[in-house]
T-cell receptor, first 115, second 112 residues
Framework: AQSVTQLGSHVSVSEGALVLLRCNYSSSVPPYLFWYVQYPNQGLQLLLKYTTGATLVKGINGFEAEFKKSETSFHLTKPSAHMSDAAEYFCAVSGKDTGRRALTFGSGTRLQVQP | DGGITQSPKYLFRKEGQNVTLSCEQNLNHDAMYWYRQDPGQGLRLIYYSQIVNDFQKGDIAEGYSVSREKKESFPLTVTSAQKNPTAFYLC???????????FGQGTRLTVV
């Protein structure tokens, strides 16, 4: 079984401030982890993913995330927020050997960027 | 351009009617998925298919049906048995288990 918990349904930061969106996962098998972004009334776009190898993963638009197995976490960060980062962000997990090969999503975090 | 096309973008349904949401992909992916999105609940899996002529129920399959007659197409029917169908529906496809899913632009269904 897999699950994802995103702490904080809403996060507000000032433009230029650090962005930190939290994600903790539960998986009985080695996980594959993903962060997606969604703008209003649109589909989801992949920001970054962790499958194997380096635990610090860099993605698009200056975002990065670090896989910490001991903490079962995959938090998303960006050093300096931009107004265009305002959107909803979803963390997702997929297990390598699970019979159900679908991504399981967290409930999402809406990021607000204040000028 | 390769991608996933969902149609229509907006759909209105009267109570008691069945409606079908279209999802077509030209990415040559074997696996396809339907998710439902409601505010504050993230994405919940309705049905998925890993190969043509085969599909599996997800977490909230009641009141929905699907077919997978072609690799490119995975239509979702919202039946009158679905008591609360108003939601945003997202279709996705995926090449293999360890890869990311690609999403369509979604269909917003409203019951009137």
């Amino acid at each position: 079984a897999q699950s994802v918990t995103q702490l904080g349904s809403h996060v507000s930061v000032s433009e230029g401030a650090l962005v930190l969106l939290r994600c903790n996962y539960s998986s009985s098998v080695p996980p594959y982890l993903f962060w997606y972004v969604q703008y209003p009334n649109q589909g989801l776009q992949l920001l970054l993913k962790y499958t194997t190898g380096a635990t610090l993963v860099k993605g698009i638009n200056g975002f990065e995330a670090e896989f910490k197995k001991s903490e079962t976490s995959f938090h998303l960060t960006k050093p300096s927020a931009h107004m265009s980062d305002a959107a909803e962000y979803f963390c997702a997990v997929s297990g390598k050997d699970t019979g159900r090969r679908a991504l399981t999503f967290g409930s999402g975090t809406r990021l607000q960027v204040q000028p | 351009d390769g991608g996933i096309t969902q149609s229509p973008k907006y759909l209105f349904r009267k109570e008691g009617q069945n409606v079908t949401l279209s999802c077509e992909q030209n990415l040559n992916h074997d696996a396809m998925y339907w998710y439902r999105q409601d505010p504050g609940q993230g994405l919940r899996l309705i049905y998925y298919s890993q190969i043509v002529n085969d599909f599996q129920k997800g977490d909230i399959a009641e009141g929905y049906s699907v077919s997978r007659e072609k690799k490119e197409s995975f239509p979702l029917t919202v039946t009158s048995a679905q008591k609360n169908p108003t939601a945003f529906y997202l279709c996705a496809s995926r090449e293999e288990t360890y890869t990311e899913a690609f999403f369509g632009q979604g269909t917003r269904l409203t019951v009137v």
